[in-house]
């Protein structure tokens, strides 16, 4: 019985330190025992169900079985603690630390710039170092399949795997003598950059012509320290001694949960008689995830890791027999040994069960994760119960009544997550049969051999080009180089703190948002009764306790928390303040709402049946349309659907609010783009002036525009919970509730006629934009703005009228992305203009050529295009790419494949720059300088990873004068640059590095006398010269843009201040068989005006084309037809990993195209990439149309945004998808609608 057992003292080392745990809860994660009890918060929380790896660390222990120490990464978000026992963990802090001395894998990353925002770096450094405690000098593919656990949302990847390349045993650059283009290893396969070379040499020396300007030099391998493996912290002595002794069983036992780990099979299956509704837990990935997001509560665990019986392999005379609890990745190793020492023919089972495992999670997941664990799950979207029914494999089944053997084939199986397992039955072994021979293959079709082959990507390669800073330019001005993000290395080590990494204040609270479960509803009752029991329960908040005003939002639109009606699924309502995070999180889901429903509005169609949308619509109209289409040759019209987005910024939302207790003053750090904002909404809820509220930001583990205005909707609830309680009051959104309250990338239907010549010169456009806006105004008019300023993408369109409206639906109020519209303005471009393409018959590049604009042409709204270097860098991309050869080798490839066909696409981008609210457009900076010549710089932005701080260290260096090294920005915050626009709109460098450049120069006005009476001093000389003189050693700097208006009315105006262009070419190749594709090569020219640092723009190209490619391609959110989103993690909604990323990368900036309108002449570049991305969908769309004329079609088309597997291969029509017609609307409910 449960209270007979005693609980036991749980002992494990952390970093070398021994780890003595009386009180321990079984449910409580590694994660949570690092970060909270061990006040180690380098090992990050990003997800919470083991998809997106930042909560990586190394697990190393005495294995009996292999008798050698082994080491392993795992989620430390999904390890339960209880299963530390005897283990040693390694986290990011253990490995190295800006102190001491980085690690090897923590420098790499940092100065190979593969850290933005520094969220995901921990994990992806524990990643590597548990890959290379391994295997010290593994080969490259190695390294890519390791980070199949690991997502980041900045980088776009490649700078990380170009960093890590250089651990590779067959990385062939050695690094010495790359002190300009080229590479070393002439005549050697896998150059610097990862191609192939030829005899020629390294595929560098191919722009010769550029040599002398040109640099592909972003870091320099030569300056890494080498790995050193027996530098390597030891395993703990104490563990090694424990090996030979016999482990003893052990019981912990928390508030709901009892943890029993039995030592023998006799007694595991005795526990499994006395509580047959025990689980067997070895990976917890499913069970944790269940406890976690299902809400399930599992009283008693029995951990069957330690029973020799269920972690044997055995090979016998029919195949290879695996304990039930052998981990994935022992599987993985044992059956690839079979593979390679086995006759083919008898290893064919083996082979499929290894090429499902490639594509099964990562290895955090798999070195956990069990056999037996999978296939008793009894899930219907199992990797590998088909290939083991398929196969006939056998299972041994055990109870105390005795043991029997069944096959695996379809009466396994009783029903959703059942098996024919009797409750005191376990699972005890599976044998896998080896296989027979076959003749498959002879009987194949050249033709059709292409339906045979599987899908695999090859490995990475890239090249990164930009201009060389001019010779002769002071090797302490940083302007213009590759500097390293400031905080790279700190985020390397785990040190770089974010909102949540704060330690806890004495006396923190812990507030969870309860939020409603329907999407338009009044509320009729909130029951909080059963949330009181929850042991550690402070309080219930609700509108009734916000001491001013519920109203909030951008329009004044929207209630802190929801008071009578819900609009939305995910709408606030209140929240529970509890002592700790999982005491609050409980008691929210034990409070009980009373609805009274009405029926929601959902999707965009829905809001234009209703005509519920908000306010009237836009239009810019230019010309004469009526005209334009009468003297057209052609005319077509048609609709895309383009659906929204989620930021998926690694870090979700977090607040911590203090109340200071004194004068209504309150302290609070967020993670957000908007400091100003947060400031006006949490003074308004609390009924105070603005000047009594404190806001702190010091960085962000990213935010893409979701932290712009959503991040106020916690921050005002958690101020209202610190002020109710006279608190510290803390929250950090789990990832399901940050995707379910807060909004993303608003979806889009673009509706449009276009009239248009046989040559394909556009004549003619009208077009509708309808946005899906959700449940408040936010920022929906001004996405939609943008989206009607990028109606014309890059073309000079005659005769052109667009109007958008945006729609008012029972969703989550949807905000701003990257890109703010313009990404989903343009896509509608290129859709009619791939129609225009498809109808003329006509090569797409040319058509796209013979539009673009001129220098000196005006756009739709009558701005003029000066230095419009879109043309240049359209040639360079054409050349680059080597877009006609390519041509031609594609249409060769798709001749000779049926069932894969390969797709190539060329598309432009321009992009306005400032806010369209042009207000906004302005920004301050405030230097301090102290006697001993350091700087403290503030400025109005914030850093979420885009580099924004370096950069405008970069710029009051050259500005003063002084090294980088001398100047520090320490935090963004109210009380030092007021009123702050929000950090977005691309402009933020623009903006606060021309108010940093004022405010150095007047710092730099006042020393001037003290310069001229001591030349030959140095600056601290003069600050102290001028600090004797009472001279002020602190200057402020204000900056707005000039000259920025545009009335709607006239259609007259200069919205923007300059445009950032570019071009990229991308090539896929798509299995029409199943929708997927690859993406095989990209190749991108970006003007970023004269680059203030190459390294930082190039990232930020590859990162914005990355998160496009995912906009395009993979990520769909879906939801119900009531308006609940269904797609809430990084399980169910796919987000671009180290895998999708171009197979090979090519990014170059374009020379010599300096900018005028902004500092030292640079150009904005944190959203223009992102559209560039479309050239993928574009190339995709392009290989569709080779698979749709093995059918005999032709002409246009239609694919909707994103390119999925599925929309991919129901457009590629062939005698398959002609055999499952859709269903016809209205003949049935659908589990998902399209928003
Ligand atoms: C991020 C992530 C990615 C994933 N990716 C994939 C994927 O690509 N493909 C896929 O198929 N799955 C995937 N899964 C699901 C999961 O990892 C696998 O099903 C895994 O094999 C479960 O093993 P486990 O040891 O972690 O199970 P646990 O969570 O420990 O247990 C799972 C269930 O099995 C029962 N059980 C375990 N062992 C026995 C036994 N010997 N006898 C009787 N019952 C037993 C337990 O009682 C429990 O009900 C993923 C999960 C996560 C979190
Ligand atoms: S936080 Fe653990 S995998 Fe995402
Ligand atoms: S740097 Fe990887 S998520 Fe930001």
Same mark, same amino acid.
């Given at each position: 019985?449960?209270?007979?057992?005693?609980?036991?003292?749980?002992?494990?080392?952390?970093?070398?330190?021994?780890?003595?745990?009386?009180?321990?809860?079984?449910?409580?994660?590694?994660?949570?025992?690092?970060?909270?009890?061990?006040?180690?918060?380098?090992?990050?929380?990003?997800?919470?169900?083991?998809?997106?790896?930042?909560?990586?660390?190394?697990?190393?222990?005495?294995?009996?079985?292999?008798?050698?120490?082994?080491?392993?990464?795992?989620?430390?978000?999904?390890?339960?603690?209880?299963?530390?026992?005897?283990?040693?963990?390694?986290?990011?802090?253990?490995?190295?630390?800006?102190?001491?001395?980085?690690?090897?894998?923590?420098?790499?990353?940092?100065?190979?710039?593969?850290?933005?925002?520094?969220?995901?770096?921990?994990?992806?450094?524990?990643?590597?170092?548990?890959?290379?405690?391994?295997?010290?000098?593994?080969?490259?593919?190695?390294?890519?399949?390791?980070?199949?656990?690991?997502?980041?949302?900045?980088?776009?990847? @490649?700078?990380?795997?170009?960093?890590?390349?250089?651990?590779?045993?067959?990385?062939?650059?050695?690094?010495?003598?790359?002190?300009?283009?080229?590479?070393?290893?002439?005549?050697?396969?896998?150059?610097?950059?990862? @191609?192939?070379?030829?005899?020629?040499?390294?595929?560098?020396?191919?722009?010769?012509?550029?040599?002398?300007?040109?640099?592909?030099?972003?870091?320099?391998?030569?300056?890494?320290?080498?790995?050193?493996?027996?530098?390597?912290?030891?395993?703990?002595?104490?563990?090694?001694? !424990?090996?030979?002794?016999?482990?003893?069983?052990? +019981?912990?036992?928390?508030?709901?949960?009892?943890?029993? !780990?039995?030592?023998?099979?006799?007694?595991?299956?005795?526990?499994?008689?006395?509580?047959?509704?025990?689980? =067997?837990?070895? $990976?917890?990935?499913?069970?944790?995830?269940?406890?976690?997001?299902?809400?399930?509560?599992?009283?008693?665990?029995?951990?069957?890791?330690?029973?020799?019986?269920? #972690?044997?392999?055995?090979?016998?005379?029919?195949?290879?027999?695996?304990?039930?609890?052998?981990?994935?990745?022992?599987? /993985?190793?044992?059956?690839?040994?079979?593979?390679?020492?086995?006759?083919?023919?008898?290893?064919?089972?083996?082979?499929?069960?290894?090429?499902?495992?490639?594509?099964?999670?990562?290895?955090?997941?798999?070195?956990?994760?069990?056999?037996?664990?999978?296939?008793?799950? &009894?899930?219907?979207?199992?990797?590998?119960?088909?290939?083991?029914?398929?196969?006939?494999?056998?299972?041994?089944?055990?109870?105390?009544?005795?043991?029997?053997?069944?096959?695996?084939?379809?009466?396994?199986?009783?029903?959703? @997550?059942?098996?024919?397992?009797?409750?005191?039955?376990?699972?005890?072994?599976?044998?896998?049969?080896?296989?027979?021979?076959?003749?498959?293959?002879?009987?194949?079709?050249?033709?059709?051999?292409?339906?045979?082959?599987?899908?695999?990507?090859?490995?990475?390669?890239?090249?990164?080009?930009?201009? /060389?800073?001019?010779?002769?330019?002071?090797?302490?001005?940083?302007?213009?180089?590759?500097?390293?993000?400031?905080?790279? &290395?700190?985020?390397?080590?785990?040190?770089?703190?974010?909102?949540?990494?704060?330690?806890?204040?004495?006396?923190?609270?812990? =507030?969870?948002?309860?939020?409603?479960?329907?999407?338009?509803?009044?509320?009729?009752?909130?029951?909080?009764?059963?949330?009181?029991?929850?042991?550690?329960?402070?309080?219930?908040?609700?509108?009734?306790?916000?001491?001013?005003?519920?109203?909030?939002?951008?329009?004044?639109?929207?209630?802190?928390?929801?008071?009578?009606?819900?609009?939305?699924?995910?709408?606030?309502?209140?929240?529970?303040?509890?002592?700790? *995070?999982?005491?609050?999180?409980?008691?929210?889901?034990?409070?009980?709402?009373?609805?009274?429903?009405?029926?929601?509005?959902?999707?965009?169609?829905?809001?234009?049946?209703?005509?519920?949308?908000?306010?009237?619509?836009?239009?810019?109209?230019?010309?004469?349309? !009526?005209?334009?289409?009468?003297?057209?040759?052609?005319?077509?019209?048609?609709?895309?659907?383009?659906? $929204?987005?989620?930021?998926?910024?690694?870090?979700?939302?977090?607040?911590?609010?203090?109340?200071?207790?004194?004068? %209504?003053?309150?302290?609070?750090?967020?993670?957000?783009?908007?400091?100003?904002? #947060?400031?006006?909404?949490?003074?308004?809820?609390?009924?105070?002036?603005?000047?009594?509220?404190?806001?702190?930001?010091?960085?962000?583990?990213?935010?893409?525009?979701?932290?712009?205005?959503?991040?106020?909707?916690?921050?005002?609830?958690?101020?209202?919970?610190?002020?109710?309680?006279? *608190?510290?009051?803390?929250?950090?959104?789990?990832?399901?509730?940050?995707?379910?309250?807060?909004?993303?990338?608003?979806?889009?239907?673009?509706?449009?006629?276009?009239?248009?010549?046989?040559?394909?010169?556009?004549?003619?456009?009208?077009?509708?934009?309808?946005?899906?806006?959700?449940?408040?105004?936010?920022?929906?008019?001004?996405?939609?703005?943008?989206?009607?300023?990028?109606?014309?993408?890059?073309?000079?369109?005659?005769?052109?009228? $667009?109007?958008?409206?945006?729609?008012?639906?029972?969703?989550?109020?949807?905000?701003?992305?990257?890109?703010?519209?313009?990404?989903?303005?343009?896509?509608?471009?290129?859709?009619?203009?791939?129609?225009?393409?498809?109808?003329?018959?006509?090569?797409?590049?040319?058509?796209?050529?013979?539009?673009?604009?001129?220098?000196?042409?005006?756009?739709?709204?009558?701005?003029?295009?000066?230095?419009?270097?879109?043309?240049?860098?359209?040639?360079?991309?054409?050349?680059?790419?080597?877009?006609?050869?390519?041509?031609?080798?594609?249409?060769?490839?798709?001749?000779?494949?049926?069932?894969?066909?390969?797709?190539?696409?060329?598309?432009?981008?321009?992009?306005?720059?400032?806010?369209?609210?042009?207000?906004?457009? !302005?920004?301050?900076?405030?230097? *301090?300088?102290?006697?001993?010549?350091?700087?403290?710089?503030?400025?109005?932005?914030?850093?979420?990873?885009?580099?924004?701080?370096?950069?405008?260290?970069?710029?009051?260096?050259?500005?003063?004068?002084?090294? #980088?090294?001398?100047?520090?920005?320490?935090?963004?915050?109210?009380?030092?640059?007021?009123?702050?626009?929000?950090?977005?709109?691309?402009?933020?460098?623009?903006?606060?590095?021309?108010?940093?450049?004022?405010?150095?120069?007047?710092?730099?006005?006042?020393?001037?006398?003290?310069?001229?009476?001591?030349?030959?001093?140095?600056?601290?000389?003069?600050?102290?010269?001028?600090?004797?003189?009472?001279?002020? =050693?602190?200057?402020?700097?204000?900056?707005?843009?000039?000259?920025?208006?545009?009335?709607?009315?006239?259609?007259?105006?200069?919205?923007?201040?300059?445009?950032?262009?570019?071009?990229? +070419?991308?090539?896929?190749?798509?299995?029409?068989?199943?929708?997927?594709?690859?993406?095989?090569?990209?190749?991108?020219?970006?003007?970023?005006?004269?680059?203030?640092?190459?390294?930082?723009?190039?990232?930020?190209?590859?990162?914005?084309?990355?998160?496009?490619?995912?906009?395009?391609?993979?990520?769909? =959110?879906?939801?119900?037809?009531?308006?609940?989103?269904? #797609?809430?993690?990084?399980?169910?909604?796919?987000?671009?990993?180290?895998?999708?990323?171009?197979?090979?990368?090519?990014?170059?900036?374009?020379?010599? +195209?300096?900018?005028?309108?902004?500092?030292?002449?640079?150009?904005?570049?944190?959203?223009?990439?992102?559209?560039?991305? &479309?050239?993928?969908?574009?190339?995709?769309?392009?290989?569709?149309?080779?698979? @749709?004329?093995?059918?005999?079609?032709?002409?246009?088309?239609?694919?909707?945004?994103?390119?999925?597997?599925?929309?991919?291969?129901?457009?590629?029509?062939?005698?398959?998808?002609?055999?499952?017609?859709?269903?016809?609307? %209205?003949?049935?409910?659908?589990?998902?609608?399209?928003?």
């Amino acid at each position: 019985m449960a209270s007979e057992r005693t609980t036991d003292q749980l002992i494990f080392f952390v970093n070398g330190k021994k780890v003595l745990e009386k009180n321990v809860d079984p449910e409580t994660t590694l994660l949570t025992y690092l970060r909270r009890k061990l006040g180690l918060p380098g090992t990050k929380l990003g997800c919470g169900e083991g998809g997106c790896g930042a909560c990586t660390v190394m697990i190393s222990k005495f294995d009996n079985s292999q008798k050698k120490i082994v080491h392993y990464s795992v989620n430390a978000c999904l390890f339960p603690i209880c299963a530390l026992h005897h283990v040693a963990v390694t986290t990011v802090e253990g490995i190295g630390s800006t102190k001491t001395r980085l690690h090897a894998v923590q420098e790499r990353i940092a100065k190979s710039h593969g850290s933005q925002c520094g969220f995901c770096t921990p994990g992806i450094v524990m990643s590597m170092y548990a890959l290379l405690r391994n295997r010290p000098q593994p080969n490259m593919e190695e390294i890519e399949e390791n980070f199949q656990g690991n997502l980041c949302r900045c980088t776009g990847y @490649r700078p990380i795997l170009q960093g890590y390349r250089t651990f590779a045993k067959d990385w062939s650059c050695c690094g010495k003598g790359i002190n300009g283009p080229g590479c070393c290893m002439t005549g050697k396969v896998g150059g610097c950059c990862g @191609r192939k070379v030829n005899d020629t040499g390294c595929c560098m020396n191919e722009k010769e012509d550029n040599a002398a300007m040109v640099s592909s030099i972003l870091f320099n391998p030569a300056e890494f320290h080498p790995l050193d493996p027996t530098q390597e912290p030891i395993f703990p002595p104490e563990l090694l001694n !424990q090996k030979d002794k016999p482990q003893e069983p052990l +019981c912990f036992k928390g508030e709901r949960v009892m943890w029993i !780990q039995p030592t023998t099979l006799e007694e595991l299956l005795a526990l499994k008689a006395q509580y047959s509704n025990a689980k =067997l837990v070895v $990976g917890n990935t499913e069970v944790g995830i269940e406890m976690r997001l299902k809400n399930m509560l599992y009283p008693v665990i029995i951990a069957p890791a330690w029973i020799p019986e269920m #972690t044997f392999v055995q090979h016998t005379e029919e195949g290879i027999t695996f304990g039930a609890a052998c981990t994935l990745s022992f599987v /993985e190793v044992v059956l690839k040994k079979a593979v390679a020492e086995l006759p083919s023919y008898k290893t064919e089972l083996f082979q499929a069960v290894l090429e499902q495992l490639r594509w099964f999670a990562g290895p955090q997941i798999k070195n956990v994760a069990a056999l037996g664990g999978n296939i008793m799950t &009894a899930s219907p979207i199992s990797d590998l119960n088909p290939v083991f029914m398929a196969c006939g494999s056998k299972l041994t089944l055990a109870s105390n009544e005795g043991r029997r053997t069944i096959r695996m084939d379809e009466n396994f199986f009783t029903g959703y @997550r059942k098996t024919v397992l009797k409750p005191k039955e376990i699972l005890l072994s599976i044998e896998m049969p080896y296989s027979r021979k076959n003749n498959l293959d002879e009987l194949v079709p050249s033709k059709y051999v292409s339906a045979t082959e599987v899908f695999h990507k090859d490995l990475v390669a890239n090249v990164q080009l930009f201009q /060389e800073v001019p010779a002769g330019q002071s090797v302490e001005d940083m302007v213009g180089r590759p500097m390293v993000h400031l905080s790279a &290395a700190k985020q390397a080590c785990g040190e770089a703190v974010y909102c949540d990494d704060m330690p806890c204040y004495e006396n923190e609270r812990y =507030l969870t948002l309860v939020t409603s479960t329907k999407a338009h509803a009044k509320i009729i009752s909130i029951d909080t009764t059963e949330a009181q029991s929850v042991p550690g329960f402070v309080c219930f908040i609700s509108a009734k306790d916000i001491p001013g005003s519920n109203d909030t939002g951008i329009a004044n639109d929207e209630p802190v928390f929801a008071d009578n009606m819900v609009t939305c699924i995910g709408h606030i309502i209140g929240g529970v303040v509890a002592d700790t *995070h999982e005491h609050s999180r409980r008691a929210a889901k034990a409070v009980k709402i009373k609805y009274e429903e009405f029926t929601p509005i959902v999707t965009i169609q829905e809001a234009i049946e209703k005509q519920s949308f908000y306010k009237s619509p836009r239009k810019i109209e230019k010309g004469d349309v !009526q005209n334009g289409f009468e003297e057209s040759d052609h005319i077509v019209e048609g609709e895309m659907y383009i659906g $929204g987005q989620e930021h998926f910024y690694l870090e979700t939302h977090c607040t911590i609010a203090v109340p200071k207790g004194e004068d %209504g003053e309150m302290e609070l750090f967020v993670s957000t783009q908007n400091p100003m904002k #947060t400031q006006e909404c949490v003074a308004s809820a609390l009924g105070v002036p603005a000047n009594r509220i404190l806001v702190r930001v010091k960085r962000m583990g990213g935010g893409f525009g979701g932290k712009e205005s959503r991040s106020t909707l916690l921050s005002t609830a958690v101020a209202v919970a610190a002020f109710k309680t006279g *608190h510290p009051v803390r929250c950090m959104l789990d990832r399901d509730e940050d995707m379910l309250i807060t909004g993303g990338r608003h979806p889009f239907l673009g509706r449009y006629k276009v009239g248009f010549m046989k040559n394909g010169k556009i004549n003619s456009l009208e077009v509708s934009y309808y946005s899906n806006g959700g449940n408040s105004e936010d920022l929906s008019l001004a996405v939609m703005d943008r989206a009607l300023f990028h109606m014309d993408n890059s073309y000079n369109i005659p005769n052109i009228k $667009g109007v958008g409206t945006v729609c008012k639906t029972n969703l989550s109020s949807n905000t701003a992305l990257r890109g703010f519209g313009g990404p989903q303005g343009m896509m509608v471009v290129e859709c009619w203009m791939s129609d225009v393409i498809l109808t003329c018959g006509l090569p797409a590049e040319q058509v796209r050529k013979l539009n673009l604009y001129n220098e000196g042409d005006l756009t739709h709204f009558n701005q003029k295009l000066e230095g419009f270097t879109l043309r240049r860098c359209w040639e360079e991309c054409l050349v680059n790419s080597k877009y006609y050869a390519r041509r031609k080798l594609i249409d060769e490839f798709n001749r000779q494949n049926r069932w894969k066909k390969r797709g190539i696409a060329i598309i432009p981008t321009k992009f306005g720059i400032s806010f369209t609210l042009s207000f906004l457009n !302005q920004a301050g900076a405030l230097v *301090h300088v102290y006697i001993d010549g350091s700087v403290l710089l503030t400025h109005g932005g914030t850093e979420m990873g885009q580099g924004l701080h370096t950069k405008m260290i970069q710029v009051a260096s050259r500005t003063l004068g002084i090294p #980088t090294t001398s100047i520090h920005i320490s935090e963004t915050s109210t009380n030092t640059v007021p009123n702050t626009s929000a950090t977005a709109a691309s402009v933020s460098t623009d903006l606060n590095g021309m108010a940093v450049h004022k405010a150095c120069e007047t710092i730099l006005e006042r020393l001037e006398p003290f310069k001229r009476s001591n030349p030959k001093g140095s600056w601290k000389d003069w600050v102290g010269a001028a600090y004797v003189k009472c001279v002020s =050693l602190s200057a402020t700097g204000f900056y707005r843009i000039p000259n920025l208006r545009y009335d709607y009315e006239k259609n007259e105006g200069n919205p923007f201040n300059y445009f950032s262009y570019g071009v990229a +070419c991308s090539e896929v190749e798509i299995d029409c068989l199943t929708g997927d594709h690859k993406n095989l090569r990209t190749d991108i020219v970006m003007d970023v005006g004269t680059s203030l640092n190459p390294a930082i723009d190039i990232g930020q190209i590859e990162g914005g084309f990355i998160q496009g490619l995912g906009l395009f391609t993979l990520e769909e =959110l879906r939801y119900s037809p009531e308006g609940d989103l269904y #797609t809430r993690g990084p399980g169910m909604y796919k987000i671009p990993a180290f895998g999708d990323i171009p197979t090979e990368f090519y990014v170059s900036l374009l020379r010599d +195209c300096p900018n005028s309108k902004a500092i030292y002449s640079s150009k904005a570049v944190g959203e223009p990439p992102l559209f560039l991305s &479309a050239s993928v969908f574009y190339a995709i769309k392009d290989a569709i149309l080779a698979a @749709r004329a093995e059918s005999g079609l032709t002409g246009p088309f239609r694919l909707d945004s994103p390119a999925t597997p599925e929309r991919i291969r129901n457009a590629c029509v062939d005698m398959f998808t002609k055999l499952c017609p859709s269903a016809k609307p %209205g003949t049935f409910k659908p589990w998902s609608v399209r928003v």
